[in-house]
């Protein structure tokens, strides 16, 4: 089952990677912003691609500790999305001008419409 699964979120990020905007995936991809880079950014909007030319603003709601490992920096992202479509949980690349374009796994809320959690782990 895992390896059904892998091969078709692999699937899915090429996909998204082959369907985002040339204009959205022509920007520089950047190292993985940090946690201190996303604090200044909350209540900013990301573009979401979606494919076929078109984007979704997602706003960054709130940046969260995860789980405290040595030489790891964990942390969640809440972004949301005022209109009222929902995504399924996939890779979307975002882009925002201070990060540049990044591949992030989305997660909808179980709990509220329109909002999202990416989580990082990034080598502290």
Known sequence: MNDRRDFLNTCAIGAAALMAPAGLMAAPLRATPSRATFNTLVDEAFQCALGGGNT????????????????????????????GSTLPAAAYPLY??????????????????GRYRAQFGLFA
């Open 56 to 83: 979704l603003a997602l706003t960054l709601e709130a940046v969260l500790d995860g789980p405290h490992s040595p030489g790891l920096e964990q942390f969640d992202l809440v972004l949301r999305n005022s209109g």
């Open 96 to 113: 925002h001008p201070r990060t540049g374009a990044m591949l992030v796994h989305l997660t909808p809320s179980d709990s509220t419409p």
